[in-house]
């Protein structure tokens, strides 16, 4: 026994030499200076560490803020996809909105991942790519063909794979294999366990010509209800840190990934050209801690994230001189734009009452059910556990072209492939606001507002990189907002009337009650809008549109040498979709942009 027990921990013991670790000791790096430093192991941030150091004579250090994303008591909370509704603090940055005025200054919890992977080991786990005029869009502003949806889509499907759904069903009718990634490191899936609602919600596509079936909201169009698609593979949380940090790659020899560490600044270690150079950076474990500096021989890549970016921009002297000089911040580079323009999805959530025991909540509120529930799971990575809670289907919309909001107020979206709205269609009571009620089975709607035209920001609070700065998405603060979200309700509620829910559902849940005129979804918005953690445009691309940015089509820093932004901070517009997959293309992308800068060979 005792012999057995003393061999087992000699054999892990051996296995964790064999592993090359994660670095947890700023003070201890083996080098003071790397080709390249980035700046947050997060989504954006994982991709160029691992496509830089695919050449063996590239070296790279990550520093990411968070913890390690395979090592905790509590890891199953990131890794099992039916746990994504309850994200605990420890894998979060816990910052929370300043009062937002169009919501009767209600604050909100505003998450983002504090680990490994970033907001990608955290996150919902939807896989949508927008639509292809996000991306042509976005090369038509900035001027760069690279960005349009053409030239980004060997990008796109670089990053992923479609993978068989859990429970291994026949997807045909379900997706289209041929517009998704077959080699990438991020996996993707169709729902593996069904739904009580998924023969009804097809059954609307048919009966209602405004909401149409489409068979893969990720080939460039994505108008219509469809199959999620998650970035799950094979019954678990497929993250940047899963795909792109797997444990080959944290054992090569090139790449130093630093964790539980912040970049408190930007070093300026020459002037070139007349510009200010960024090869260096500062790191500290907490406000009061030992400093370290270390160099970049060849370029700072900041994906720190939308909150992340623009905080440490500002404290290393970029930013607008006029908040810089209110804390006594000297103004290296006057970008204005760094903290301004920030956008995010809006979203109020629906939900009925319905006639069926068959939804989430009779799993949720008996142990018995649960524990069968996850030793299936345990067992085989299969069943309800492995599936995204957050439903099966979702859909986009435009507003109808006759849309008095539209007259009003012009397109507000990249153009005719792009929506205005989002419903998601959930077997159970979803909300971030309201607590779940202790009866009843229900069905929800999410109802996002995706193409808004409110604009927020990220500003300072104190000088220290270790104090949350104050965040301000502004949702709800145009009137288009307000009235486009108002018809996403109406469209709400025409789709439950379909007479596929007859019998189905009882009765629109008791706050939902009173949403059917304009008064009281306004109301009701204002009472219960809160986000759909998609933040984005806090550090954005120059472009004709808008003018001047933080940096150029390139993610290079206006300005400024040797500094380089790659992460949802550069968007211009935000996407109509969530973010992770817009952010994985444009830092596959831009690892090629580096690679090719500094003459690295790329891959083939
Ligand atoms: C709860 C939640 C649910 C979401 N749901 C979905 C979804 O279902 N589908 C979808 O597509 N998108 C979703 N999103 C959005 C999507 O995950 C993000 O848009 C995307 O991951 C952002 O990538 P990023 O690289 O810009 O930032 P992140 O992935 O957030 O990476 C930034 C990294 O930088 C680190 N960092 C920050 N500051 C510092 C510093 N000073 N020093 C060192 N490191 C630092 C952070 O810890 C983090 O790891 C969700 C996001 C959240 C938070
Ligand atoms: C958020 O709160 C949790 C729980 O208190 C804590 O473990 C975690 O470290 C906090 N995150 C940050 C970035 O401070
Ligand atoms: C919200 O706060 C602002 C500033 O403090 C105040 O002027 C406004 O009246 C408040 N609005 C509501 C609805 O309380
Ligand atoms: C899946 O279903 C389609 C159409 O129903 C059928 O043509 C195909 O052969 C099936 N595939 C498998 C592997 O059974
Ligand atoms: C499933 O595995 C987890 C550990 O990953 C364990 O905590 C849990 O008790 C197991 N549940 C069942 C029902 O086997
Ligand atoms: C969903 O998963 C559960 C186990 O978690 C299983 O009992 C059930 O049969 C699955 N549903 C379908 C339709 O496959
Ligand atoms: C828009 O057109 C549809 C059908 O084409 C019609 O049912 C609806 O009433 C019209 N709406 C407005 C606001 O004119
Ligand atoms: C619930 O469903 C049953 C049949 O399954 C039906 O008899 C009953 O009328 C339904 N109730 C409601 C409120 O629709
Ligand atoms: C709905 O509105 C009616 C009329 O304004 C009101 O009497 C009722 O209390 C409201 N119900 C809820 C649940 O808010």
């Not at 790279?60 to 890891?75: F, H, K, M, Q, T």
């Not at 090139?254 to 070139?272: A, F, P, S, W």
């Not at 006639?355 to 799993?363: A, F, K, R, V």
């Not at 288009?480 to 007859?502: G, N, Y």
Request: proline residues 6%.
């Amino acid at each position: 026994m005792s012999i057995r027990r003393s061999f087992l921990i000699a054999l892990l013991c051996f296995l964790e030499n064999g592993l090359a670790a994660l670095l947890t000791d700023h003070t201890r790096l083996t080098k003071k200076s790397y080709d390249f430093i980035v700046v947050g192991g997060g989504t954006a941030g994982s991709v160029l560490a691992n496509r830089l150091t695919e050449q063996p004579e590239v070296n790279v250090l990550v520093v990411e803020a968070g913890r390690s994303n395979i090592d905790g008591p509590d890891l199953d909370d990131i890794q099992v996809p039916y746990f994504v509704a309850d994200i605990p603090a420890s894998f979060d940055w816990n910052y929370t909105t300043v009062p937002q005025r169009a919501l009767q200054n209600r604050t909100l919890a505003y998450p983002r991942g504090h680990v490994l992977g970033g907001s990608s080991s955290t996150n919902f786990m939807f896989y949508t790519r927008g639509s292809s005029d996000e991306f042509d869009r976005l090369a038509r502003i900035s001027g760069d063909e690279g960005w349009s949806w053409k030239a980004m889509l060997p990008y796109i499907l670089k990053s992923e794979t479609l993978t068989p759904p859990a429970d291994d069903h026949n997807t045909t009718g379900q997706v289209d294999p041929a517009v998704h990634g077959k080699t990438g490191p991020v996996l993707t899936s169709l729902p593996g366990n069904a739904s009580v609602l998924d023969s009804r919600v097809l059954q609307t596509t048919s009966e209602l010509s405004e909401f149409p079936f489409n068979l893969d909201m990720n080939s460039g169009n994505p108008l219509g209800v469809g199959w999620l698609q998650s970035t799950i593979g094979h019954g678990v949380r497929s993250s940047a840190a899963t795909a792109f940090l797997a444990q080959e790659t944290i054992n090569r020899k090139n790449l130093d990934v630093l964790i539980g560490t912040r970049v408190t600044r930007l070093l300026q270690t020459e002037r070139k050209d007349g510009k200010p150079v960024f090869l260096g950076v500062e790191l500290a474990q907490c406000d009061s801690g030992t400093k370290v500096q270390i160099r970049a021989k060849k370029e700072v890549i900041l994906s720190a994230g939308s909150i992340g970016t623009p905080h440490i921009l500002m404290l290393s002297g970029i930013g607008g001189e006029k908040e810089l000089t209110r804390l006594g911040i000297t103004t290296v580079v006057d970008a204005p734009d760094v903290g301004k323009h920030m956008q995010d999805h809006p979203w109020v959530p629906l939900q009925w009452q319905v006639n069926t025991t068959n939804t989430l909540e009779t799993i949720n509120r008996n142990p018995d059910i649960f524990n069968a529930a996850m030793a299936v799971y345990n067992a085989t990575k299969q069943g309800v556990i492995s599936n995204n809670p957050g439903g099966n289907q979702i859909g986009w919309f435009r507003l109808p072209p006759n849309s008095s909001v539209l007259s009003e107020f012009g397109d507000t979206t990249a153009g005719p492939l792009s929506p205005h709205f989002e419903l998601t269609f959930g077997n159970s009571f979803l909300s971030f606001t309201e607590p779940v009620p202790a009866t009843g089975n229900f069905m929800s709607m999410c109802v996002a507002l995706v193409a808004p035209t409110s604009r927020g920001s990220v500003q300072l609070a104190t000088t220290s990189v270790f104090d949350a700065p104050l965040i301000d998405p502004a949702f709800m603060q145009t009137p288009s907002d307000l009235a486009t979200l108002t018809e996403a309700v109406k469209a709400a509620h025409r789709f439950a009337a379909a007479s596929a829910w007859k019998d189905f559902i009882v009765t629109p849940f008791v706050e939902a009650v009173n949403t059917t005129t304009d008064v009281d979804i306004h109301a009701y918005i204002t009472n219960l809008v809160t986000t759909f953690r998609h933040p984005m445009g806090t550090a954005r691309m120059s472009t004709s549109e808008f003018g001047s940015g933080v940096v150029n089509s390139n993610l290079l820093v206006n300005g400024a040498s040797g500094l380089r932004i790659v992460d949802a901070s550069i968007f211009p517009h935000i996407f109509g979709a969530h973010l992770q997959a817009p952010v994985y293309a444009i830092a596959e992308r831009a690892s090629d942009l580096i690679k090719k800068e500094h003459g690295v060979p790329l891959l083939s």
